[in-house]
């Protein structure tokens, strides 16, 4: 079954920082999410894109988030100033209609 | 969007069949009922996904009542390696809306 990827799996960052999420969706799909859980709790939806563009976001999803699909096959989340409170694990999901979300296996992002 | 509510968390033994149910009050016409599986640091994965009546897989099936307010995830003959979180979510008519995640079910299958 195809995949989404996400890299890095693991992400380490001092506080104040910027740091770049990457994940690769399925190539036939069209639409793209980031959803983040912080340990412990639910998944939280953050963002979905399509058509290059933000279709829906969170209250989570303030000024220091954005995304991007620089090219035909990269969808990124920038989160411009890490707080604390940003550590979670981050999971890019996509799908190709209005089926089934595949999701990827996480980032795990540490804010220190 | 239509919110759910489902039980905190459910135990269970092996061999057993166990039944989630969640509730969602105001689905919308266009809504899909979707369950999904989160084993610990993983992403959450598709279980099964119905608009009315019963759809059925090769890992459970899903019971959804005439009105739909309500449906019902049952898995047949749990193992231990079917703990894990049970996610309800409403929505999806089109892709360009969220499908948002509620608390989840824990389930616990003790051997």
């Known amino acids: 079954e195809p995949e989404v990827t996400q890299t890095p799996s693991h992400q380490v960052t001092q506080m104040g920082q910027e740091v770049i999420l990457r994940c690769v969706p399925i190539s036939n799909h069209l639409y793209f999410y980031w959803y983040r859980q912080i340990l412990g709790q639910k998944v939280e939806f953050l963002v979905s894109?399509?058509?290059?563009?933000?279709?829906?976001k969170s209250e989570i999803f303030d000024d220091q988030f954005s995304v991007e699909r620089p090219d035909g096959s990269n969808f990124t989340l920038k989160i411009r100033s890490t707080k604390l409170e940003d550590s979670a694990m981050y999971f890019c999901a996509s799908r190709p209609g209005n089926e089934k979300l595949f999701f990827g296996s996480g980032t795990q992002l540490s804010v220190l | 969007l239509a919110k759910t509510t489902q039980p905190i968390s459910m135990d269970s033994y092996e061999g057993q069949e166990v039944n989630i149910t969640c509730s969602h009050n105001n689905i919308a016409t266009n809504d899909y009922i979707t369950w999904y599986q989160q084993f610990p640091s993983q992403g959450p994965r598709f279980i099964i996904q119905?608009?009315?009546t019963k759809v059925t897989n090769e890992v459970a099936s899903l019971f959804i009542p005439a009105d739909r307010k309500s449906s019902t995830l049952s898995l047949p003959r749990v193992s231990l390696s079917d703990t894990a979180v049970y996610y309800c979510?409403?929505?999806?008519?089109?892709?360009?809306?969220?499908?948002?995640f509620g608390s989840g079910t824990r389930l616990q299958v003790q051997p």
């Open positions: 979510l409403v929505g999806g008519d089109t892709g360009r809306r969220a499908l948002t």
């Open positions: 894109f399509y058509n290059n563009e933000i279709s829906e």
């Open positions: 119905g608009y009315k």
